[in-house]
């Protein structure tokens, strides 16, 4: 190659003498938080509209916590130790169980039947046969929860955690107050 070939080719390129890192800045993309508590009780999100409070559209849900517990608790046989079904129904999820209130300070609560349907930290939804949402607290009440003929007892001074809350809660045997 002739000398004069060679600096037009030069002059084209650029000659790189050094390496020069340059770090492109990465678009940080903004995460999207999701609802404020305070924005689900306004859009509100967890309510049940009344033409779906029927108790024929929940009964469903109710076999499938039956089927639940059977499975969480090994097959319900009667010689199953009662305080391992218990211990195991304590940490369970409820959402779908057929629970009644058995004693309680106001008098108006007890003898309410029906499907659990929603559970927050202080309060049981609970959907009775005749179609009615019945907000009971969970404080200065006894609930039964039946299972295949096993009756559990459920003190709701001592069961007031979220469920999530619950699962992971280690539950100590203390004496109770009774009502």
């Excluded at 967890?46 to 029927?54: M, N, V």
């Excluded at 058995?102 to 005749?130: N, R």
């Amino acid at each position: 190659m002739s000398e004069q070939t060679r600096e037009n080719q030069l002059r084209r390129k650029a000659v790189v003498l050094e390496y020069s890192t340059r770090r492109k800045q990465k678009e940080k993309k903004k995460k999207s938080k999701g609802l404020s508590a305070r924005q689900r009780r306004e859009l509100r999100l967890f309510d049940i509209k009344p033409e779906q409070q029927r108790y024929s559209l929940f009964l469903p849900l109710h076999e499938l916590w039956k089927q639940y517990i059977r499975d969480l608790c090994g097959g319900l046989k009667p010689d199953t130790q009662p305080q391992m079904i218990q211990a195991k129904l304590l940490k369970a999820d409820l959402h779908g169980a057929l629970v009644s209130v058995t004693k309680s300070k106001c008098p108006s609560y007890v003898g309410v039947t029906g499907i659990l349907l929603q559970e927050t930290k202080h309060v049981f939804k609970i959907l009775t046969k005749e179609d009615r949402l019945k907000v009971v607290p969970k404080l200065n009440c006894v609930f039964t929860v039946e299972i295949d003929g096993f009756i559990s007892y459920i003190y709701g001074s001592k069961f007031r955690l979220r469920s999530s809350e619950r699962s992971a809660k280690k539950f100590k045997a203390k004496g109770t107050v009774d009502l």
